[in-house]
């Protein structure tokens, strides 16, 4: 990286800073304190603000969020980095508004967001709290049950697109049905509930819809343990050059470490969660899994273990 010219970029993008020798001292541009407390390290390729905690591993985050197209192709120059914008652009189909996935919930679904539930809901509400499942959380999700039809007896998790219209869910059964899933005969191929992700925050990847709820706002179901580079998440994660922190279940780490291998080509800021000991993220506490996020593990390009792992 030219020092020199990554200084100036920055300075284009957050205004004056104080040089401090191994770091420089810029108003956060985050939160806007009056003080220089949002520290850039060059070497390191890391940013954090002392104030708001702001942080992360990638300054091409900060430069793409706080300035310009222009200033962005400048970093991407200086840092020898593909111009991902235009590059997925050759690997994403254009989007079909007309054809855009849609679906309709079950006509017997009932959500659990009223005030005035009906005495079936008893069931399912009893379900949901057995799960660590809260009020607030039922609303956020929007979930809902069935009681008859196809999905007797199962808790309803919608997924929204960024229009707002259901194109998937998640029936889960609360009755020891043997079919614990029994999803719609539809595409996965979506960003589960793209309607609620702020992708300028960190993006946490889980396998199931109950992980999501445990592992908190801004995660994201697979619904699996794969994530292929043409599928719509990956696209929308290395378009908004996201900050993804990996929770998949222990069972799942060949296909964890595949994940891990394509996201680091196109040098997405990633972070590993320790999920053994747990069949699942849904198995933690809310408390639990936060600890483990807090003492997540960086990976990067030169990672030794991380690299061993997948026999390189």
Not at 68 to 77: F, V
Not at 170 to 197: G, H, M, Q, T
Not at 205 to 230: C, Q
Request: hydrophobic share 35%; aromatic share 12%.
């Amino acid at each position: 990286m030219n020092k020199k010219e990554a200084k100036r970029i920055l300075h284009e993008t957050l205004g004056n800073y104080a040089d401090k020798g191994t770091e420089l001292l810029f108003v956060c541009p985050a939160c806007d304190h009056h003080k220089r407390k949002f520290s850039v390290n060059l070497i390191k390729n890391a940013f954090k603000c002392w104030v708001c905690d702001y942080r992360g591993r990638n300054l091409r985050r900060v430069v793409r969020r706080f300035g310009s197209y222009t200033q962005l192709q400048k970093w991407d120059q200086i840092t020898g980095r593909t111009d991902l914008e235009r590059y997925s652009d050759l690997f994403m189909e254009p989007v079909d508004e007309a054809g855009r996935q849609k679906i309709q919930l079950p006509k017997e679904f009932v959500s659990l967001c009223s005030n005035k539930i009906p005495a079936t809901g008893t069931y399912a509400l009893k379900y949901l709290q057995s799960r660590g499942v809260t009020t607030e959380e039922i609303v956020r999700w929007k979930i809902g049950y069935c009681f008859s039809g196809e999905y007797r007896n199962r808790i309803v998790i919608p997924s929204f697109d960024e229009d707002g219209d259901v194109n998937y869910f998640v029936a889960r059964s609360f009755d020891n049905d043997w079919r614990k899933y029994l999803n719609p005969s539809l595409s996965r191929n979506i960003v589960f509930n793209e309607l609620y992700i702020d992708w300028d925050s960190d993006i946490i990847l889980v396998e199931g819809a109950f992980d999501a709820i445990k592992a908190g706002p801004n995660s994201i179901p697979l619904l699996g343990s794969t994530l292929r580079e043409e599928s719509s998440l990956f696209q929308e994660i290395v378009k908004n050059d996201a900050c993804i922190y990996l929770a998949l279940d222990p069972d799942a780490e060949k296909k964890t470490n595949k994940i891990i291998s394509n996201l680091l080509q196109y040098g997405i800021e990633l972070y590993h969660i320790d999920v053994t000991g747990f069949d699942d993220v849904g198995e933690m506490t809310k408390e639990e899994f936060l600890e483990r996020k807090q003492n997540a593990s960086f990976i990067g390009d030169n990672d030794y273990l991380f690299m061993k792992s997948l026999n390189l």
